[in-house]
């Protein structure tokens, strides 16, 4: 049985910046979905801020290497999905404070 | 599901040069501002070299560097043919040099120019026609990038017949080619290409979402067909059809602005940083150029028509570049420099890998410039345009020296 949880995978991605605003990817509410199977093979479910942004596969690759950071992980999988799209409603309120609010309409 | 690679980037040291040559023609633009008058033909030999030095040096070399970085990232591709790049820059910058130089000191080296600039279009025409053959994704801006190109064409080629005119190797209404070739490059190339980036780039930075693209749509096909109707009306000389020409350019030139609101009004970032500024000016220079057009269609003098153009290329062409190059630099530097290092050791956000006190200088010398030049050219009063023209040196010093410190950063 793997020990190791949502939370904690949540957490080591938390380490993952958004170089252009500042934010790590779970606060930004980018990252949808983590889960382990038996042997400890994890599906992240996350998606970007924009579909044309040009950091797409480093993102991938950076949320990828911090999962296997914890002990025990087997094969980490990154899945970048467009559904539902991202709003900022979705971020945390830290997020929408710094970033100056929702939108006005 | 796509992803763009490391390997579908171009590296820094082919997309850094064009940033840095464009600014530097920007800045010698400027400075030769104050050779010129508050009140001129736009038919001078010496006004068109202006002209040329300002949209061949500076938009042109920016917006194809901003290309060779942005193409992969709309089109989900690689270049066809990425290498192109190291050959246009020159042909470009030589060709522009040589051009203004005939312009200004001796015509017969115009064809000279016209024929280097001319190669180095074709070549990024055709280089993006390729890339585009590779692609799946046919969204607007796809589509804008493919038209926009087209009239880069139409621009080129008309363009240089009017070189050969001017030189005496062919005969022709040099005139109404000028008319064209103007409206195919400023209407056709620089404004879709601008409308078709900034639908990807402005909501990009300012984190806006689930706007509706209609109102886009429409300005885009407007614009495309506007300038169409005038290049075509313009080698025919049929002035009721360069009027229907300038009318539905205008009209979606207004669909275009009420999109840019749209999303404006979903904005999710609130900051007012250089590149917001520099967004908010922009655009109401152009709102102020249209309102300035619409005067001088409406039976106004020539000088509402300069201070028209003056706001559309300075105001709006000038502050859409320079805004983006504080967002689009950073982060070119720091794909280069500072990701290999992520999860390694502490990198920089890119909104500190730009010198805050030269940007704002930038800005507001910059604005002040464009607003005193426009309203010196309006009421055709030298010494308000030269202290316009001032202020534009010293904003364009200003970036100058910031875009050096962006593309020193971490060295």
Sequence with gaps: MCQIT???????????????????????????????DEECNAKITMTLS???????????TWVQEA???????????????????WNISMAEENVKQALGGIPSN | MFAISKDFAPPLKLIAPFFKIGVSFYLIAMMALLAFHGSFSYQEMAVAGWIHLFLLGFVMMIIFGAMAQLIPVVLEVGHAVVDLYYVILPLLGMGT??????????????????????????????????????????????????VSNGYLLLGILTGFVIALGLSGVVTIDINSMLKAHIYAVLGGFV?????????????????????????????????????GIVFIGSIISVTLLQWIGYITTLIGVGFYIYQIYSIY?????????????????????????VILGIIYLLGATPPWLHASVWFF???????????????????????????????????PMLHEMYPKNQANMMFWYSSSGTVLGGIGLLIENDMLFKG????????ASFLYLSMSRMLRYGK
């Design chain 2, 313 to 347: 290329m300075l105001g709006f062409i000038g502050f859409l570049i320079n805004g983006h190059l504080y967002k689009i630099v950073p982060f070119l530097v720091w794909f280069e420099r500072f990701s290999p290092l992520v999860g390694k050791e502490k990198v």
């Design chain 2, 97 to 146: 040099i040589i051009m203004v130089m005939g312009f200004w000191l001796e015509p017969s080296l115009l064809s000279y120019g016209g024929v280097l600039v001319f190669i180095s279009m074709i070549i990024f025409a055709s280089e993006a026609f390729v890339t585009l053959k590779k692609t799946e994704i046919h969204t607007l801006t796809v589509k804008t990038i493919a």
């Design chain 1, 67 to 85: 999962v296997e950071k914890l002990d025990g992980i087997g094969n980490v999988e990154v899945e970048v999905v467009w559904e539902p799209a």
């Design chain 1, 6 to 36: 949502k939370e904690a995978m949540f957490k080591a991605i938390s380490t993952v910046i958004d170089p252009e605003v500042g934010f790590n990817l779970v606060e930004m509410g980018l990252i949808y979905d983590a889960e382990a």
């Design chain 2, 388 to 395: 316009g023209a001032s202020f534009l040196i010293v904003g």
């Design chain 1, 50 to 60: 924009t579909r044309g942004c040009p950091l797409h596969q480093m993102i991938k």
């Design chain 2, 265 to 289: 009004k979903l904005t999710v970032r609130k900051e007012m940083d250089i590149w917001a500024k520099s967004m908010l000016f922009g655009f109401s220079s152009l709102i102020l150029s």
């Design chain 2, 191 to 227: 404004l879709l290409t601008v409308m078709g980036l900034s639908l990807t780039l402005i909501p990009m930075f300012s984190l806006a979402h689930g706007f509706d693209e209609t109102p886009i749509k429409r300005g885009f096909i407007l614009v495309a067909v506007g300038v």
